[in-house]
């Protein structure tokens, strides 16, 4: 059976899908912060899958894009999780409401 | 040459602000020297420019040294520009000129005051502004200069805030003239609108070649909401009445913004927007022309009869503006220069000198009060009189030349009644010979009244010596009343002494009785004893009679002594009553005519009440002003002599100041038609009414041939009611226009503001909802908004 581009992009979307639901359903900040970099990385799925099928270099290009932003945003959000986790290790997303208008 | 303009406002602003950063620590006199060298520069940087523009073509006059872009709105662009031309570089000229003079008269004069510094960080702001308005190349910064000079004059006017009448009105008089300046600014403000909405743009050099565009309904509107302007800042009819109250201010404030500058400021917008008059229709200029006139008509009446001496010139500036004014509305620009000219030199000429007689004066301003004082002060006198010449229109002084070139413009201007302006020009230079002769007379010939009791001091003398007159008739009711009660007493003595009169008669009949009835062969001691009692009684009735007769002698003394106390306090009240009378009729010096030739006669009795003031003012000696303020004065009364050599009417090479100024007229200057011979004729009536005048002025307040007080009748010494009419509509109907407006703006206007404010407020607090604070509804929020931006891409393409 082949692999073809349909799979990745099914792949993709299953990767997303589950980053999403649980970016919604979970309320540990760190697993929240896992799974949005589960739904970067299926992006970058998608991305690799289309610049495979068009041939296409800029696929490629925009996926290490996105790796560098993804490792920056670990660094700041990540050391943000981990001092908030310090203070309070019992945490959740749902007490974080200083914002709330 | 021409570019060094930048320099002649630069060097009264540094002085301005080295005043502020050091003045203070400067002091007495270095900081009015650094003032005056400042003005000083600025004068000789003027003098540079107008070498630079000597230089040029006449028609290359007109040259405009940019500076910096100041505001660029749209299509509306403001440069910081100077522009040069004939017109600038004169008003330059004579602002610093007379404003140096001004600067260095201030140096003696504000000697002592505790503000030394601050008065010259005024003076120099002042001239910066003002010259910032001549020199302006749009109307935008001649409004800064103007609002400039309206501060520094609000500034200085209440200078000595804490004095005058309750020890508020100098500062009441600062807000008088601010607001009432305030009135102006709004016609400024709207007339610079319309100028901008009509040709797009406020530079000069715009509205010069641009004006054709206007048309004659909205030149008219402008020139008519700039008169408005001109009228506020030119203290003309009827906005006025803020300058005679500017007098509070120092004499040398006095002098340079409300004679010689700031208040010519008016007649420099309308020199400088002769493009547009020419557009206007015929009535704004008449307009204008007719309210010069009535002005200068006007003030020449109040000013006959003012005492105060400062504010006679004041009067005679608001009549002197008039004529100005009369001659910008005839369409004869270089008379009004050439009279603003010559009005500068003479009219600050003549308020250094009222300045120097107030110093000498010890603060004497009342003309009631000084006469003779040529002895005391020759230099002033000799000056002073030099002014009043040229005031007066006598040739071949300076304000002559110009007044009767007004004269003979206004006689040409036909189509707007130019005969009738003629007249009533004429009449106000008779009024103004004589007034001027009059205050000349009473404040430097005739007797010297300094001396003389004050209608105070004579008040308070009378009210000593009733006081005293009181005194002594209370004294005699009491010297009455004793004697009275001493008759009293002896009255009831004589009562008594006459009871025991009548117990005597009693005890003698009682004893006589006695007698009879005892039997002498019966009880012989008995009988003895009667008889003895008998004889007893029968002499002591003479004692007692003669006690009677004694005490009725005294009683009569003293009734005598009573009738004599009476005599003695009815005397003293008749005299009192004859005091009162005197007093009465020897009426309060309220007009020039008492004293003017005589003293007035004060008994020797009543000199000895005069109070301490007197003989103190007795050890006091009128004395000539220091030659800081005696050589602006000679500098001065030159300047105003020669002055008409200007623009002499015998031949065409000899009108320099029209020539000069064409290049700033653009061909607007009418001409004048009327022959040589209507000329003279003209010149020779208006100098044979002023010459009369001044004889009339000289047999009535030198020779006392006529009381004055029929003169100067009550309503010309309050300018007409014209300040009380104000006040009383302001305070009284209008105060309830006013309220009305203000309701409206707090209901309608601020309602509306603070409406909207509320709304917002209001639909900020409704959108809080979405704003819960929770990450995961923002992601779901996102995921959400990116689906429906799928779906409405899908839906596009499809």
């Not at chain 1, 696929?59 to 490792?71: D, E, H, K, S, Y």
């Not at chain 2, 623009?647 to 000899?654: D, V």
């Not at chain 2, 209001?762 to 995921?783: E, H, K």
């Amino acid at each position: 059976m082949e692999v073809t581009q349909t799979w990745y992009l099914v792949l993709s979307a299953l990767l997303f899908g589950i980053g999403f639901v649980g970016l919604l359903v979970r309320r540990n900040p760190l697993i929240m912060f896992m799974c949005i970099e589960l739904m970067l990385n299926a992006v970058n799925i998608t991305f690799v899958a289309f610049s495979n099928a068009l041939d296409d270099v800029a696929g490629r290009t925009a996926v290490f894009f996105v790796l560098v932003v993804a490792a920056a945003e670990v660094v700041v959000g990540l050391s943000l999780v981990v001092a908030l986790m310090r203070r309070r290790p019992s945490l959740t997303a749902d007490e974080l409401t200083s914002l709330r208008g | 040459m021409v570019d060094v303009a930048w320099l002649i406002p630069a060097f009264p602003l540094l002085g301005f602000v080295l005043l502020i950063l050091f003045g203070h620590r400067l002091g007495e006199p270095l900081a009015g020297w650094l003032a005056t060298a400042a003005s000083a520069g600025a004068f000789g940087s003027t003098v540079v420019a107008l070498a630079g523009l000597l230089a040029l073509d006449a028609p290359e006059r007109f040259h405009i040294v940019e500076l910096f872009t100041w505001l660029d709105v749209g299509s509306l662009e403001v440069d910081a520009g100077l522009l040069v031309d004939p017109l600038s570089i004169t008003m330059s000229l004579f602002i610093t000129g007379v404003g140096t003079l001004i600067h260095l008269y201030s140096v003696g004069y504000m000697h002592g005051d505790r503000n030394y510094s601050k008065f010259f960080i005024y003076l120099n702001m002042f001239i910066t502004s003002m010259l910032l308005l001549v020199l302006g190349d749009n109307l935008l910064l001649t409004f800064l200069g103007w609002e400039g000079v309206g501060a520094c004059s609000y500034l200085l006017i209440s200078f000595w805030f804490d004095r005058g009448e309750d020890g508020t009105a100098n500062a009441v008089a600062g807000k008088k003239a601010f607001v009432t300046n305030r009135v102006g600014d709004f016609g400024y403000m709207l007339a610079t609108f319309l100028v901008f909405a009509g040709i797009g743009s406020i530079n000069y050099d715009d509205i010069v070649t641009r004006a054709g565009e206007l048309s004659p309904r909205t030149a008219t509107l402008i020139v008519v909401l700039f008169l408005l302007a001109a009228a506020g800042k030119s203290a003309q009819l009827p906005l006025f009445v803020w300058l005679p109250d500017a007098m509070a201010g120092p004499t040398p404030v006095s002098a340079l913004i409300h004679a010689a500058t700031m208040v010519t400021s008016g007649v420099f917008l309308l020199t400088r927007l002769n493009p547009i008059l020419a557009e206007a229709q015929l009535w704004s200029t008449g307009l204008i022309a007719w309210v010069g006139a009535l002005t200068a008509l006007f003030a020449a009446t109040v000013a006959v009869a003012q005492n105060d001496i400062k504010r006679v010139l004041a009067y005679s500036t608001v009549s002197q503006l008039g004529y100005l004014f009369l001659a910008v509305g005839v369409g004869g620009y270089v008379p009004a220069i050439f009279h603003m000219v010559t009005h500068a030199f003479f009219k600050a000429l003549l308020f250094l000198g009222s300045g120097s007689v107030i110093h000498g004066l010890h603060d004497e301003q009342d003309m009631r009060r000084m006469g003779g004082l040529q002895r005391f002060m020759p230099i002033t006198a000799m000056t002073f009189i030099v002014g009043w010449l040229a005031i007066a229109g006598v040739p071949p002084f300076s304000g002559f030349w110009s007044k009767d070139e007004i004269l003979l413009y206004a006689w040409n201007a036909d189509e707007i009644g130019g005969k009738a302006l003629w007249a009533v020009g004429l009449v106000t230079a008779i009024l103004t010979a004589f007034y001027m002769t009059r205050l000349v007379v009473l404040t430097f010939f005739g007797r010297t009244r300094f001396y003389d009791p004050t209608a105070e001091e004579i008040t308070a003398a009378w009210e000593a010596r009733t006081g005293a007159a009181d005194g002594f008739t209370a004294e005699a009711r009491e010297a009455e009343k004793t004697a009275v009660a001493a008759v009293e007493k002896a009255r009831e003595d004589v009562a008594r002494k006459r009871e025991a009169v009548t117990r005597a008669e009693e005890k003698l009949v009682v004893a006589r009785e006695a007698l009879d009835a005892s039997d002498p062969a019966a009880d012989e001691k008995a009988h003895d004893k009667l008889v003895k009692a008998f004889d007893r009684a029968s002499a002591s009735l003479p004692k007692a009679e003669e006690g009677v007769v004694t005490a009725e002698a005294k009683v009569a003394e003293l009734a005598a002594a009573v009738d004599e106390a009476m005599a003695a306090t009815r005397s003293r009240q008749s005299q009192v009553a004859a005091l009162a009378g005197a007093r009465d009729q020897a009426a309060m010096p309220d007009t020039v005519v008492t004293a003017l030739t005589e003293p007035v006669e004060l008994d020797d009795d009543l000199a000895g009440h005069l109070p301490e003031s007197y003989r103190r003012r007795q050890e006091y000696h009128p004395h000539e002003s220091p030659p800081t303020m005696t050589v602006p004065l000679v500098v001065l009364a030159v300047l105003a002599a020669v002055g008409g050599g200007l623009n002499l009417p015998f031949a065409s090479n000899l009108h320099f100041l029209a020539d000069w100024l064409e290049p700033s007229l653009f061909g607007n200057e009418v001409h004048v038609t009327a022959s040589a011979a209507t000329k003279w004729a003209l010149a020779v009536i208006a100098v044979a009414c002023g010459l009369c005048a001044i004889v009339a002025a000289f047999s009535v307040y030198l020779r006392g041939r006529q009381d004055p007080r029929r003169l100067e009748q009550p309503g010309m010494r309050r300018a007409w009611y014209v300040d009380e009419t104000f006040a009383n509509f302001f305070g009284g109907p209008g105060r309830l226009l006013f309220d009305g407006l203000a309701r409206f703006d707090r209901g309608v206007i601020d309602g509306a503001v603070r409406g909207v404010a509320q709304g917002s407020s209001n639909f900020g607090d409704s959108l809080r909802a979405l704003q819960p604070g929770f990450v995961r509804s923002y992601g779901l929020a996102v995921g959400l908004g990116s689906i429906l931006m799928l779906l409405w891409f899908l839906g596009r393409m499809f």
